[in-house]
């Protein structure tokens, strides 16, 4: 058994991925015959680590072609080959001719790692590719490392934890170093705003006239010089009575210039904020569409030109090149009065690697205007957002005359503030998106003033008390929770967009009108986890990893006594939790008696359907009580309102069933009437519709009922008749013009929201689009319908026949055909 002092210890055991054998023996051989062999992956750690790989399988000895080839064959494989050997028995070869073929490939020269050199480039132009290659060099053995820190530190916490939330709440469900950390953070935000209690306060406005217009606003702050703070109604009217016949007076005049710095170029946890705040762009969409610019994409005669340096990097570094280049386009664009007299240089922070850029245009002189026409919208805005960015970046700052008035009214101080732009600097190319609070500020600030001196008299016209109260910190948007975890230093800008990804998609977390919220599964996995890892799951100790991990990649640390330090506090927490950590398969205490039979404690569990309560006499007593969230949809309050029977009149109760959750009669088993409930909730879909249509095949009524899928026909005799049919928008289909669209798709899982409209003749006609068909003609081209487009970039109505270009925003649609089908239009049942 290995010993944790081992030289060896943490070493990881590195194979070929099933499959690659046939790749790397490819590569093997081109590498052979080769007078040099450049590695260009990524500039870092993950680019340097598939660079290490690649040099060790190239360089290896020649055994080890033989050990890539003899890789467990996929089952498809198994067929080729067995055709394969029947093919070769019947022309006299076989498995003689399989070893010879053996043979030659173990024949195979391993490339001298002299010959083996890594080359970065932050960006895929000529010159950079150029430079890169004037300067290679071997492998950097130290970002490797860090990779593979992070690699095997990520792997224990994984491959060990997530085995304890099988066990203890259910399978499927994982933890990781960082995403778990991430998890914490939102569900403790949400804990913050259940313990809230909303504090109030008041504030007192005085509309004020000096000697010039216009007449303005000022504030409370003080009285007797000290700040004030107004708590309730009674002190507010209080504060109204005596300053309403009081004197008023100006006592102090302050007036300076203020500048608003310009903001440095893009790190990529800024790139991942600022696409959300202002294209509402996901950090997975962000860094998806960076991607692309930073690959290059086709610009027609030029064909594929990167338009965008390395876009994972924490740096704002920006080369010589780059920087004289901005400085030529600022004045012949803008004005030679927006060019600072020297380059703006910006600090990044203490752990960015300065060998990084910025994330910035690779070509400053390729304006947004001059590609707009070879890009698609989602991509050329965030272009255009970077483009901007690095151009503000080098202008001079914007200028505001600032002017602060303190006024006097009796021992009451008020406060009036307002500013005027004097030079809008860097604002004429690019305005940051502020938030709801930095706005009221600004609005307040912005205010016009009129001239006045100190000692003048003031005329009030009226005092305005306004109530407020408290409110709680918000909830996490994509951009609050990427600036979140980069101010406490937990991951990097790189690893951002997979952590949101994977809280979302293991359903830890819901995204609610761009906020995060965590669902009832996330607070029980966050709070087992904090409290059974209490230190591993640490917002300091995980970024104080992340420091550690710089200093593997600087030399300083080697990285098996970095996991090892992590180890062995983390093996003891392990120990710990897998005697004491609570079980939701077991049940966890709640101290509170069973409702039905008095004697049995309520225990809280899980199901496949969610979390609920259960008597812990059971089988003796079988209450349950479902503990699912309901969703604020149903009544004025968002509570479920009690539903009766239309058949007996007794009350609904939830129920399971095998497709989740519903509503049944109490009456059962002499009453059998259920109810779907909408999902998520427990509120009932309304009761079926008859319809005044008779069954084609039976002759009983037909009635509108609610399935799994959403509405849809069906025949009241069922189950003796199950004639069905959906429910159509009465437009008939463009490929095969018989069916009708059908709305199809459904809130389930993890393809919650994937709405898409299809032909009812499927699957003979399989015709589908994913946007809502509108029953107006296309006013360019006259085809039947139109549909309507719904973006993060905005609404549309738009033509989808082939060679049909039309397409109006719905802000811009024309009267004639702005109102929608659910507004006028019968839909056809």
């Known amino acids: 058994m290995i010993s944790i002092d081992d030289a060896k210890i943490f070493e990881p055991t590195l194979q070929i991925i099933a499959g690659k054998g046939k790749v ?46 003899s890789e467990k064959p996929t089952v498809k494989e198994l067929a080729a080959a067995a055709e394969e050997e029947l093919k070769k028995a019947k022309n006299g070869k076989g498995k003689k001719a399989k070893a010879k073929e053996k043979d030659e490939e173990i024949t195979i020269a391993a490339t001298d790692p002299k010959k083996i050199f890594r080359v970065t480039f932050n960006e895929i132009t000529p010159k950079a590719i150029r430079a890169a290659f004037e300067h290679p060099r071997q492998v950097d053995t130290n970002l490797v490392d860090a990779q ?90 209080r504060v109204k009575a005596a300053v309403e016949h009081a004197a ?16 440095p170029p893009f790190t990529t946890s800024k790139l991942q904020q600022a696409a959300y705040n202002r294209l509402r762009y996901t950090a997975k969409r962000t860094m998806s569409l960076a991607q692309r610019l930073y ?59 300065e060998a990084h850029e910025a994330c910035r245009p690779t070509d400053v002189a390729r304006t947004p205007e001059d590609v707009r026409k070879y890009l698609d919208d989602d991509i050329f805005k965030l272009y255009q957002l970077i483009w901007q960015r690095f151009v503000a970046s080098q202008m001079l700052p914007a200028i505001f005359d600032q002017t602060t008035i303190d006024i006097s009214a009796g021992d009451y101080t008020f406060r009036a503030t307002g500013s005027v732009q004097k030079f809008d600097g860097y604002l004429a190319v690019y305005q940051i998106v502020q938030d709801d609070e930095e706005k009221d500020a600004d609005d307040a600030e912005s205010r016009a003033l009129p001239r006045l001196s100190e000692g003048e008299k003031l005329t009030l016209d009226r005092i305005r ?3 407020h109260f408290t409110e709680p910190p918000p909830r996490y948007t994509e951009a609050t929770l990427v600036k979140e975890l980069e101010e406490k230093g937990i991951g990097r800008p790189s690893t951002y967009a997979s952590i ?95 409702e039905k039979c008095g004697q049995g404690e309520l225990l809280e569990r899980i ?74 909730t427990r509120i009932a879909h309304a009761p079926d519709e008859p319809l005044d249509e008779k069954c084609g095949l039976c002759g009983n009524g037909l009635i509108k009922k609610h399935g799994r899928f959403g509405e849809f026909i069906g025949c009241s005799g069922y189950p003796k008749c199950k004639y069905t049919r959906p429910i159509t928008l009465g437009i008939k289909c463009p490929k095969c013009n018989e069916g009708e669209f059908v709305r199809r798709g459904t809130a389930r899982g993890k393809g919650r929201g994937r709405i898409f409209y299809g032909c009812s ?46 397409e109006v925003s719905i802000e811009e649609t024309p009267a004639a055909i702005a109102e929608p089908v659910g507004a006028g239009a019968p839909v056809k049942i």
């Open 24 to 69: 790397i023996n490819d590569l093997r051989k081109a590498a052979s015959t080769a007078d040099a062999v450049y590695l260009a992956g990524d500039p870092d750690r993950e680019g340097e680590a598939i660079s290490a790989h690649l040099a060790m399988v190239l360089s290896k000895p020649t055994r080890y072609a033989e050990e890539a080839s």
């Open 148 to 237: 593979q820190a992070r690699r095997v530190l990520d792997r224990i916490v994984g491959y060990k934890i997530s085995p304890l939330l099988w066990d203890k709440v259910r399978r499927g469900l994982s933890a990781g170093r960082v995403q778990t950390v991430a998890l914490r953070l939102i569900a403790e935000r949400e804990q913050e705003i259940r313990a809230f209690v909303p504090k109030e306060y008041w504030t007192i406005h005085a509309l004020l006239v000096g000697s010039q217009p216009p007449a303005f606003e000022a504030k409370l702050i003080k009285f007797k010089g000290e700040d004030i703070e107004v708590s309730n109604q009674e002190e507010a009217e």
């Open 248 to 263: 008023w007076q100006v006592t102090s005049v302050t007036q300076k210039e203020k500048k608003r710095n310009a903001p």
């Open 295 to 353: 690959e290059g994409v086709e610009l027609g005669s030029e064909g594929s030109v990167a338009l965008i340096t390395y876009m994972r990097t924490d740096s704002v570094h920006v080369s010589s090149d780059a920087l004289a280049q901005v400085r030529e386009l600022i004045p012949a664009r803008f004005g030679a009065e927006y060019l600072p007299e020297k380059p703006n240089f910006y600090k990044s922070k203490k752990d960015a690697q």
């Open 465 to 467: 008390p306004d109530q």
């Open 500 to 594: 949101i990804s994977t809280i979302v998609e293991r359903e830890y977390v819901n995204k609610l009108q761009g906020r995060f919220t965590p669902t009832m599964l996330g607070e029980r996995v966050s709070g087992l986890l904090v409290k059974s890892f209490e230190d591993i799951f640490d917002v300091t100790f995980t970024a104080r990893l992340e420091e550690e991990l710089d200093e593997i990649e600087e030399g300083k640390l080697p990285w098996r006594e970095a996991v090892k330090e992590f180890w062995l506090k983390f093996i003891v927490d392990l120990d710990r939790a897998d005697g004491e950590m609570l079980s939701y398969k077991a049940g966890i205490a709640t101290g509170k008696k069973c």
């Open 607 to 680: 199901s496949r359907h969610g979390f609920f309560l259960g008597c812990s006499r059971y089988p003796d007593c079988d209450f349950i009580q479902d503990l699912s969230p309901i969703i604020e949809n149903g009544g004025s309050n968002g509570e479920a309102k009690t539903e009766y029977c239309d058949n007996c009149g007794k009350e609904m109760a939830v129920k399971r069933g095998r497709f989740g959750m519903f509503l049944a009669c109490t009456g059962y088993p002499d009453c059998k009437t259920t109810r779907r409930l909408v999902e998520g």
């Open 761 to 806: 003749r499927y699957p003979d006609c399989d015709f589908t689009t994913p946007h809502e068909p509108i029953n107006e003609p296309c006013p360019k081209c006259g085809a039947p319908f139109i549909v309507e487009k719904r973006t993060k970039q905005g609404n549309f109505r738009s033509c989808i026949k082939d060679g049909c270009e039309w």
